[in-house]
T-cell receptor
Framework: GESVGLHLPTLSVQEGDNSIINCAYS??????FIWYKQESGKGPQFIID?????DKRQGQRVTVLLNKTVKHLSLQIAATQPGDSAVYFC????????????FGTGTSLTVIP | EAGVAQSPRYKIIEKRQSVAFWCNPI?????LYWYQQILGQGPKLLIQ????????DSQLPKDRFSAERLKGVDSTLKIQPAKLEDSAVYLC????????????FGSGTRLTVV
C-alpha cells in the first residue's frame, strides 16, 4: 500500500519564527502533492500544492519543497503566527488511482506566543 | 461558494447499533469522497463516487459499511452494526472535475461508539 509519513509528530515554535514540517513518501509514481492544515474540530484545509515536475512552490508565507530523489516533501511557514497552530498533513496522489489522496499521520504545530 | 455540509456533527451510539451520516457537496462537484479519520491519524479513504457511480470502494468494510449517492448530489454513509473501532471522524470531501485536484472537505461527523 501507499506510505506517506512524517518525521516529527509534534513541533513547537516561537511566534515570529519560521517553521519547517517534513514529510517522506515512498511511491516514486506519485505526481501531485498537497499540504493540508487541520484545526481542531474542522476538516483539512488546502494550503499549497506542488506537482512532481516542480521542486519548489511559494504561496503567501508558505513554501513547499519537493525532493524527488529522496522522496521528501517539506512545508515552510514564514513568521509563524498563533493562528498557524494546527495539525499539518501531506497528501500524495498516485497516477491512475482516480485522484485519491493518501495522507500521512500529521504533524501537530504549536506556536508559542 | 458554500462549503461541504455534513450532519450530524457528533454522534454517540452503543456498539452493534446503526448510524448514518449525511453529506451535501459543493454544487457542481461531481466527485465525492468519504474518509475515515481515527484520532491521531491522517484521513483514510473509504469510498469515492463520480456522480452517482462508485469509482472505488476497495477500502470500505462492506460487511458493515455502506454508502450511496443516488441522485449524484447528496450522499449517505451507514454503519450497521457499529464496532468500538469505528469511533472516528467521518469526513466528506468533494472536487470539481478539472485540473485542480484538491478536495474541499466538510467539518466531519465525530462518531463515538461505546
Amino acid at each position: 500500500g501507499e506510505s506517506v509519513g512524517l518525521h516529527l509528530p509534534t513541533l513547537s515554535v516561537q511566534e515570529g519564527d519560521n517553521s519547517i514540517i517534513n514529510c517522506a513518501y515512498s511511491n516514486s509514481a506519485s505526481d501531485y502533492f498537497i499540504w493540508y492544515k487541520q484545526e481542531s474540530g474542522k476538516g483539512p484545509q488546502f494550503i499549497i500544492d506542488i506537482r512532481s515536475n516542480m521542486d519548489k512552490r511559494q504561496g503567501q508565507r508558505v513554501t513547499v519543497l519537493l525532493n524527488k530523489t529522496v522522496k521528501h516533501l517539506s512545508l515552510q511557514i514564514a513568521a509563524t503566527q498563533p493562528g498557524d497552530s494546527a495539525v499539518y498533513f501531506c497528501a500524495e496522489t498516485v497516477k491512475n488511482t482516480g485522484n485519491q489522496f493518501y495522507f500521512g499521520t500529521g504533524t501537530s504545530l504549536t506556536v508559542i506566543p | 461558494e458554500a462549503g461541504v455540509a455534513q450532519s450530524p456533527r457528533y454522534k454517540i451510539i452503543e456498539k452493534r447499533q446503526s448510524v448514518a451520516f449525511w453529506c451535501n457537496p459543493i454544487s457542481g462537484h461531481a466527485t465525492l469522497y468519504w474518509y475515515q479519520q481515527i484520532l491521531g491519524q491522517g484521513p483514510k479513504l473509504l469510498i469515492q463516487f463520480q456522480n452517482n457511480g462508485v469509482v472505488d470502494d476497495s477500502q470500505l468494510p462492506k460487511d458493515r459499511f455502506s454508502a450511496e449517492r443516488l441522485k449524484g448530489v447528496d450522499s449517505t454513509l451507514k454503519i450497521q452494526p457499529a464496532k468500538l473501532e469505528d469511533s472516528a471522524v467521518y469526513l466528506c470531501a468533494s472536487r470539481r472535475p478539472g485540473t485542480n485536484l484538491s478536495y474541499t472537505f466538510g467539518s466531519g461527523t465525530r462518531l463515538t461508539v461505546v
